[in-house]
């Protein structure tokens, strides 16, 4: 089981780092600080994701019931939150990166409503928060408490983890949703600034 848990632990960590690193985004108040949190969250990300595969991998180029084996099938529940991780969170990361970056000969710049609206949107922080949790039921079942073992737990654990997500998404949701009303008023008033007068 120690060995397992050394296996899952580094993967684990990787994702609740990048998930804490993504919820804290919006509130950054600079565009230097948002540059540099996203730096790190590209970096957290792309060390889940090699993780993962790395030990999904090893589970399938080993054979029998070595503690690579019982570590790749523990993360069978995080692979497709890490997909949608590599397939939408690393480009908009990547995004936020560049778009903050244009602000570097004035990093005391405050960081854009558009630009916290952006780190705020979904499919940034989601997926990463998602597949930390879903590591969770690994680690715990490494430890030596195995909830898929007793149905009285199964169900209960099943649902509270499905409520977390429902939760999270709902949050990343409407936070988005407030940044984003922030950042239209300024287009729209320099709309009507730029429009010809009726008189």
Request: hydrophobic share 55%; glycine share 10%.
């Amino acid at each position: 089981m120690e060995s397992q848990l050394t296996i899952l632990f580094p993967v684990a960590a990787a994702w609740l780092a990048a998930g804490v690193v993504a919820d804290g985004l919006p509130r950054l108040r600079t565009t230097r600080a948002l540059r540099r949190r996203t730096g790190w969250l590209l970096a957290l990300t792309l060390a889940g994701l090699a993780l993962t595969a790395a030990v999904l991998g090893g589970g399938l180029l080993s054979a029998g019931s070595a503690p690579v084996d019982r570590a790749a099938a523990g993360l069978t529940l995080a692979v497709g939150p890490a997909l949608v991780a590599s397939v939408c969170s690393v480009r908009r990361i990547r995004w936020l990166w560049a778009g903050s970056g244009a602000f570097a000969n004035a990093p005391a710049t405050p960081a854009p409503h558009g630009l916290r609206a952006a780190a705020a949107h979904p499919l940034v922080g989601l997926p990463l928060q998602v597949a930390a949790l879903a590591t969770m039921p690994a680690v715990i079942a490494a430890i030596g408490t195995d909830l898929g073992a007793e149905p009285s737990v199964t169900g209960p654990a099943i649902t509270v983890g499905a409520l977390a997500v429902v939760a999270i998404a709902v949050r990343h949701a409407l936070r988005h949703s407030r940044l984003a009303e922030r950042a239209r008023p300024d287009a729209s008033r320099s709309t009507r600034a730029g429009g010809p007068l009726h008189v």
